[in-house]
T-cell receptor, first 116, second 119 residues
């Protein structure tokens, strides 16, 4: 079946450095890619998303890049801060106009630790 | 501010019991979702609903059913709970997508989660 691979599963980064989390997807029909951040004991919250007609999107310290040919997309966090410590989930969403087959599949998550 | 609430934060049930997990959203969203979250497996979609009385299976619907009688409420039902259904259950809602997809490509707002333990 379709799946989303997310790497790494754990990432430790020195405060101030950059962090990169990568996801690959198998469904070539995927056209919407959100990223969610889940802090310990809290609910997931959307931090950034990208659609298939765009190659890159940036929001302050957070950016997402998408390579549709290679079927991978990445989350980039620059100038990391302690509050960036959390679990991050990527997802790939698609819908098929012909058979109305809709999917959203999440990656397994990356636990990001920001070291002081 | 979008508010998604779940009826319980923690539940303990016995094998074979019928379990109801309730989710309510106050933003008049068309779409609602139920996920389960397990360590190392991320979020997996169980069922979703894009309109009242409409439901669609997600990736892991086996052992679950859902009910959407009112727009603001989406219930997840475990007809006969089993130990492998011990998990964190997350509800989410989102507004209707202009793209026409049944799974909307819009921000999903999550509830606080219900941690279910089946003994």
């Amino acid at each position: 079946g379709e799946n989303v691979e997310q790497h790494p599963s754990t990432l430790s980064v020195q405060e101030g450095d950059s962090a990169v989390i990568k996801c690959t997807y198998s469904d070539s029909a995927s056209n919407y890619f959100p990223w969610y951040k889940q802090e310990l004991g809290k609910r997931p919250q959307l931090i950034i998303d990208i659609r298939s007609n765009v190659g890159e999107k940036k929001d302050q310290r957070i950016a997402v890049t998408l390579n549709k040919t290679a079927k991978h997309f990445s989350l980039h966090i620059t100038e990391t801060q302690p509050e960036d410590s959390a679990v991050y989930f990527c997802a790939a969403s698609s819908f098929n106009w012909v058979n109305r087959d809709d999917k959203i599949i999440f990656g397994k998550g990356t636990r990001l630790h920001i070291l002081p | 501010d979008v508010k998604v609430t779940q009826s319980s934060r923690y539940l303990v049930k016995r094998t074979g019991e019928k379990v109801f997990l309730e989710c309510v959203q106050d933003m008049d969203h068309e779409n609602m979702f139920w996920y389960r979250q397990d360590p190392g497996l991320g979020l997996r979609l169980i069922y979703f609903s894009y309109d009242v009385k409409m439901k669609e299976k997600g990736d892991i619907p086996e052992g679950y059913s859902v009910s959407r009688e009112k727009k603001e409420r989406f219930s997840l039902i475990l007809e006969s709970a089993s130990t492998n259904q011990t998990s964190m259950y997350l509800c989410a809602s989102s507004p209707e997508s202009s793209g026409g997809a049944k799974i909307p490509q819009e921000t999903q707002y999550f509830g606080p989660g219900t941690r279910l333990l089946v003994l």
